[in-house]
């Protein structure tokens, strides 16, 4: 079900949808996976999912 919720630049007056193209990192752990989005404004968003989600 998180997976299904769009991933958005929290940039101030941006709001882009980011797409798996923007992903520039993904990073696992135990403790679940880390992804950083470079947005076409020049922003980057990261986004935490815990293990099993």
């Known amino acids: 079900m998180l997976s299904e919720i769009a991933c958005r630049c929290e940039a101030a007056n941006c709001s882009r949808k980011l797409t798996d193209g923007d992903c520039m990192l993904v990073f696992r752990t135990e403790g679940g996976e880390r992804r ?9 968003t990261v986004t935490v999912a815990a293990t099993g989600e």
């Open 36 to 44: 950083a989005y470079e947005c076409e404004c020049g922003h980057v």
